[in-house]
């Protein structure tokens, strides 16, 4: 056994401490399910416990979805003391003993308030108690807040001013709190969130379960992105633009999502394009899907190991559009060790067909390494990459570079 002196120990330990880096929350975009989609007002105790043991069989979990998000309705009220008590039907055991469950199955657990007195489901939400809620949540074990904004002033100073109240609350349990402002984009929260304590923010108002909905509030997959693509240069480790959550596997079966049923889902191909772009926009991925009912088509989508790695890339920066020709749209994305993400889709109705020069048309150096994520081959050197795109399907490919 080595014998050390104590000023040589004395030495290891100050350069530990200096060297020692505060772990960063959401330095990549959180993972996760959450219950709003298919669940609104019918969640419960039992219903998390059962998506977090599905969670594990399923290999959600190992896959890096970690957190686990009671949406709005779990609420009872405030007691004697004014500390927030969940409904006693739906969370019998408390919230406590549920953070325990799912902590113990490898998960975290997130929870859901609004900066106003009501929330959007009009049960009681955190304005004037921030301090007390935030330290009521460390206490139970909340990994996660997701804090909404229903009944609340519409302008930016008010909703600057609530966020920062409970960012600030947040920060002093000392509990590594992943904090989610959701004001839908409305007061351009990209410019300020970070500012409150925000590890993320809604770009826009909640998605539907369809493609595209011509609906100005409520939109459909297409039209997210369309709001979300060009706030790239905002996103980032510690701070991510969040356009809402993801729509595979829900087959219309969401009561909002589905706007009651006048939405029957997007296609397949429609839910792995929405899940490609939002790994190619550094999103969150944040599933709605009963994941105690995954269905095979929904897990390939949801577990596929090539697109995970760009969307958790740890440079954390947010794809660009760098082409557009006709109904045919390619994004980039740089990930580590130079190597580059491309994806290609096709926004239209049609089929169409694609041949792109990697360095005329999408302005890329030459790459020796061409890995196609759709059929998961390497197609070696190649100064083009070609193929035939279905109505809203994408390509995407990894690059690496040749001095790699
Ligand atoms: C808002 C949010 C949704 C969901 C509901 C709950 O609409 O944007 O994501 O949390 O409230 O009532």
């Known amino acids: 056994m080595k014998h050390y002196s104590t000023l040589t120990l004395i030495l290891v330990l100050i350069v530990n401490i200096l060297s020692a880096q505060p772990t960063q929350i959401a330095s990549t975009p959180p993972m996760g399910w959450n219950s709003w989609n298919l669940f609104e007002d019918e969640i419960s105790e039992s219903i998390i416990k059962e998506i977090a043991d599905a969670m594990v069989i399923s290999g959600m979990r190992d896959a890096g979805y970690s957190y686990i998000i009671i949406d709005d309705h779990w609420v009872g009220g405030r ?12 969370f019998p055991g408390g919230i406590k003993a549920l953070a325990d469950y799912v902590h113990e199955r490898g998960l975290m657990l997130g929870i859901y308030s609004n900066a106003a007195d009501l929330t959007c489901g009009g049960v009681t939400g955190s304005l004037h108690f921030e301090e007390l809620d935030a330290s009521t949540f460390a206490s139970w074990g909340i990994d996660y807040l997701k804090y909404d904004y229903c009944n609340a002033p519409t302008d930016r100073v008010t909703a600057f001013e609530r966020y920062s109240r409970m960012g600030e609350a947040l920060q002093k349990t000392g509990r590594p709190i992943v904090y989610a ?44 992105f369309d709001l979300n693509e060009p706030l790239a240069q905002y996103g980032g480790p510690g701070g991510w633009n969040d356009p809402d959550m993801l729509m595979a596997g829900l087959y219309g079966k969401g009561k909002s999502s589905s706007a009651n049923g006048a939405y029957s889902g997007c296609t397949l191909t429609e839910y792995r394009t929405q899940f490609v772009l939002w790994a190619m926009m550094a999103a969150p991925l944040i599933v709605n899907a009963d994941i105690r009912k995954l269905d095979p088509a929904t897990a390939e989508i949801l ?15 947010a794809g660009k559009t760098v082409y557009r020709s006709g109904e045919i749209q390619v994004l980039i994305r740089n990930l580590q060790e130079n ?8 926004r239209g109705s049609k089929e169409t067909s694609y041949q792109l020069n990697l360095r005329k048309d999408l302005g890329l150096a030459d790459s020796c390494h061409i890995r196609n994520i759709n059929r998961k081959t390497s197609e070696g050197i190649a100064p083009q990459v070609s193929g035939t795109l279905q109505s809203h399907d994408c390509a995407v490919y990894r690059l690496k570079p040749c001095d790699n």
């Not at 007691?79 to 739906?90: A, G, T, V």
């Not at 190597?339 to 096709?346: G, M, Q, R």
């Open 181 to 224: 402002i959701c004001e839908w984009g409305q007061r351009q929260p990209w410019l300020w969130a970070k500012a409150a304590g925000g590890h993320l923010w809604r770009t826009t108002y909640d998605s539907r379960d369809t493609w595209e909905t011509g609906d100005k509030f409520f939109m459909g997959t297409i039209d997210i």
């Open 303 to 317: 577990l596929d190991k090539d697109i995970l790695a760009i969307a958790m890339d740890s440079l954390g920066m």
């Open 79 to 90: 007691d004697r003391k004014n500390q927030l008590f969940p409904d006693p039907q739906r």
């Open 339 to 346: 190597e580059i993400a491309v994806c290609i889709f096709n």
